[in-house]
């Protein structure tokens, strides 16, 4: 499996416009849960968002999902032991609003594992009830009104 090239430049939403390298760029053969279809993604880093990162849609940069790594949040984390070498697997996990929108929420259940050395991805599921997909991670502050 030959992970295509990457784009020149890809024109994101709110991030803008970046060189994607051929190291950021991961083929997921079966896409993301509810994104099946779109199977390249790049990895986006904004110095000022730290720890947090982008993961865009190649061919739809519309697409793009907050991840972090998981152990910013439980420091305990654990994949199933078949990603357990660092060398080759890191996993991120995407966040999102929970359904009270003060809440920021980590989706723990179901890690996104990037494969270093293949350049590929893929969305696990972890067994068992160990990990939530709505793991609360901060409240957001409301402005408040005037």
Known sequence: MTVQRAPRLLRIPRIGTVRP???HLFY????LIGFEHLKRYIIVSIPQQEPLRWLVAVDEPTIGFPVML???IVPSYELPPEFNDPTTYVPLVIITLASD????VANLKAP???????QTGQQLIVPGDR???THPIVQ???ASQG
């Open 112 to 118: 996104v594992v990037l494969n270093l050395k293949e």
């Open 28 to 31: 997921f053969p079966a896409g």
């Open 70 to 72: 998981p152990w910013h």
């Open 131 to 133: 990990y939530s997909a």
């Open 140 to 142: 957001v502050q409301q």
């Open 21 to 23: 390298t051929r190291r």
């Open 101 to 104: 929108p003060t809440q920021l």
